[in-house]
């Protein structure tokens, strides 16, 4: 569960599709977003907790949450 108050309650949701290993198509059809929309939600969070890549985001987000 990301629990990361740095991150918006939707980017919250996302990090958890990234860290189930979800791809970004996945992730959209699952929550009826599109790609597009799911691309930039995760762009913002990545800026957002400083990572560089989607294991990165876990580790910031998931694992050791600010």
Known sequence: VCRDQ??????????EYVALGQTNHEIARALDLSPHSVRNHLALAFRRVGAANRADLIRLAVLTPA
């Open 6 to 15: 740095r991150l918006s309650p939707r980017q919250r949701e996302l990090v």
